[in-house]
C-alpha cells in the first residue's frame, strides 16, 4: 500500500466503528469496546506506519507525502478535499495516534467493564454501584456505566474528527474536523445528560467554542476569497503569501493576511479555551473523565493550537496579530495559573493547568518560536492526558472507598478529603508524579522542563521580556499548584475514611498511565538544545531538524544564554518546593491561605459573563421578544383579526346562512315533503283487496301504455 | 281435435273469475279460494301449451307439478295465518283486518 492510500485510511476505522457500535452492536458492550478500541489500534497502526515512513524521507518539508481529489465544484474552480502529512503532520500524527488508543483502553477500565449492572443505575447518570454477595455477606462494588456502547461510539466519532483534521490537505477539511470533534464535545460532556449541570456545561461549551468558529469561519471565507484555494501547499507559496502580506484589509490597519490570522486565531481562542473564552473547559470537567483527556490534551484543544500552528506561515505575516496573538497567549498562561492554586477539585485544577500550557503554546507561537510551541504541544498532550488519566485512576479508587463507607456526601474530586493515596495506588502514584514533574518542567529529566525552557529560551533570546517574565511567573505557579495537588492529594496521610479504602484502579487504565509517562519523560529527549551544557549534542535536536523543515525558511535555533535556563531551574524547583512546603500540613480548606474568594470564583467571569450575555440574551427573549414583540404586537394584530373574521362570520350565518339556506332551501324542502307525504298517506288503508284492485288497475293501465306505445 | 284456443279461453275465464273472486269476496278463506282458482287456470295454459307445442320436452308439465306444490304451500301458510287472525281478532272478513292502515 502506498503511503498516501495509507493516510486517505487512518481516520477511517473509528468513524467505522462509530457506525457500527451505533446500528448493530450497541446491545452487546463487549463488541462495542472491541469494534472501538480495535478502530483506535488501526488507526494507531496506520499513523505508526506513517509517522517511521516520514522519518525516512530526507527534506519532507518540501516533497511531504500529498494526495487530494476534487470535491465541491466552485464556479471554476475546485474545493478539494485530501490528505497531507508534512514533518509537522508526521510529529502531531504520533502523539495523536498514542493518547487517542491509550484513552480508548483506559474508557474500558473506566467504566467499569466486567462489573455487574448497577442496582439502581439509569441511564444519562454516573453509575452509583451495585450490591454484591460474596463469602455470605453483602458488599458494594462499582457498577458498569449504563450508556457504555454509546460513550465508544462518540469517541470513535471523537477520534475520527481529530484524525481528519491532522491528515487534511486543505482549511475546509480541516475546519470539518474541527466542528465534528465540537459536536462530539459537545455530546461527551453533556454524556451524563441526567445531571443539570453536565447539560448545562455542554451547551455551555458548544456555545462558547461557536463564538469562536464563526470567526474562524469568516477567516476561511476570506482567505479562500483572496487566494481561490484552501490547501496548504498552495498558500504558502512565497508568491500568495506575498500578496497576502500586501493587500491592506481596510480594518485596523492589517494586512490581509493580518486579519486571515486574526480571525483564525480567534477559532483557536474558542477552542484551545484561551482567555476569553476559556470558561467552558473547566465546565467541561462534568464529563467523564476520558472525555476529560481527550478534549483536554489529545485532541480538540491540541486541534485549536495545530491550527494556528499550520497557519504560522500566514500568521507570521503582520506583526500586530503577531503581538495579539502573543499577549492572549502569555496573559492566558498567568491568568489561568492563578486561578488553578484555588481550586480543590481534582479535574478542575488540571483543566486550568491547560488551558495555562495552552496559553505557553499560544504565547511561543506569538513570538516566533514555531518549534518550541510543536514541541511543547506534543509533552503536554502526553503528560496532560497521563494527569487527567491519573486524576481519573484517582477519582476511581477514592469512588470505591466511597462504595465501601457508603457515606455519599463525600465528594470523591475534591483534594481535600485525599492525601495518603499513593500507598493505596502506587501506580497512579508515580505515573501521576512524573506526569506533575513533567508539567511543572522538572529539569533535566522531564519532557516538560525541555518543551517549556525552549519556550523560555526563545522568548529571551528574541527579546521579548514581557513575554518571557510572564511565563516565567506562569511557570513558577505551575510548580506551585501542580505540588500542591500532589501534595494534598497523594503525600500525607488519608484526611477521610474514603480514602483510607481507596484501591489501586485495573489493568486496563494502569497500562495506558504508566505507558504515557515513559513518553512524559522520554519525548523531551528529542528536542535537546545542541548548545545545551554537557548534554547538548549527545542526542542531536531532532525535533528541531525535523519540525522545522515544515517550513519554507527553517527556524533558526535560538543562541544559549544562561539567563533562561537559570530561570527554568529556579521556578520548577521553586515552585514545587514550596508548594510541598506549604501543603504538607494543611488538612483543610479552611487552613489554605490561598482560597481566595477572587481566585476561587475564577475572577467572576462566568458571572460577568452572566450579565454581559446571558441576561441580556433572556431579557431579549423572554421581555422584548416574547412578551412585547409577540404578546403585545403580534397578538394584539391577532386579536384585531380574531374579532373581525368572527364578526364576518356571524354576520353571513344570520342574514344569509339562517334565512335563505336553512329556512328556504332546508326547511323548505321538508315543508313540502311532509304536507305531501301527508295528502298522500291516505292511500295506506290497510286492506288488501284494495291495494291488490290498485294493483291490477296500475298493471292494466301500463300494460294498455305498452301495447299502445309498443305494438300499435 | 279441440283447438288449442278453447283451452286458453277456459283458462282466461277460470283466471278472471278466481281475480274477480279475490277482489269481491270479503271472506279470507274465500280469497284464498280465488287464489287457487287463477292457479289453476295457469297450470290449464301450461299444460295446453305443452300438448300443443314439443310433447318431447317435458318441462310443461314439470312447471305444472311446482305449481301444484307451491300452491299447496302457499294455502297451507294461509290458512294459517287466517286461523291465526281469528283467533285474535275473531273475523275472517279482509276488510276489518286493516292493522297496516296509516
New interface residues.
Partial sequence: MTTETLIWLIPLPPALAFFLIVLFTNKSKALSHTIAVGAALLSWLGSMIVFVRALGVEHLGEHPFESSINWLPTGDTWLKIGVLVDPLTAAVLFFVAWTVLMIFLYSVGYHNFGQPAGDHDHAGLPPHGATIEEHGHKHVVPSIEPMYSRFFAFIGLFAFGMFTLVVSDNLLTLFVGWEIMGLCSYLLIGFWYGKPSARNAAVKAFMTTRVGDVFMLLGIAYLYSATGTLSFREIFTEEVLHTLATIPSGVLGLSAAGLIGLLLFIGTVGKSAQFPLHVWLPDAMEGPTPVSAMIHAATMVSAGVYMVIRMFPIISLDEKTMAIVAFVGAFTALFAATIAVAQNDIKRVLAYSTISQLGFMIAALGIGAYVAAVFHLITHAFFKALLFLGSGSVIHGMEHGVLHTGNHKVDPQDMFNMGGLRKKMPITFWTFLIGGFALSGFPIITAGFWSKDEILADAFGHGHIFVFATLAIAAFMTAFYTMRQITLTFLGEPRTKEAEHAQETPWTMTTPLVILAFFAVTYGWVGIPEHFPLLGGLVPNWLHEFVGGTLAEHPEAVEFSPWPLITSFVVALGGLFAGWLVYRNINSPAEDKLQISFLKNKYYFDEIYDYIFVKPAIWVSEVLVSAWMDKGFIDGILHIFGPATGGLGSFIRNKFDLPVVNRFFGDGTADVTYWFGGKL??V??????QY??FA?VVFIAVGAALYFFLLA | MIPLSWYLILSAALFSVG?FG???RRNAVA?LLGIELMLNSVNINLVSFWRYGDVTQMAGQVFAIIVFAVAAAEVSVGLALVISVYRRRNTVI??E??????
Avoid: F
Fill in positions: 298517506r291516505a295506506q288503508t290497510g286492506r288488501i283487496q291488490l284492485m291490477l | 281475480l279475490v277482489l269481491s280469497i279482509a276488510d283486518i286493516d292493522l297496516m292502515k296509516w
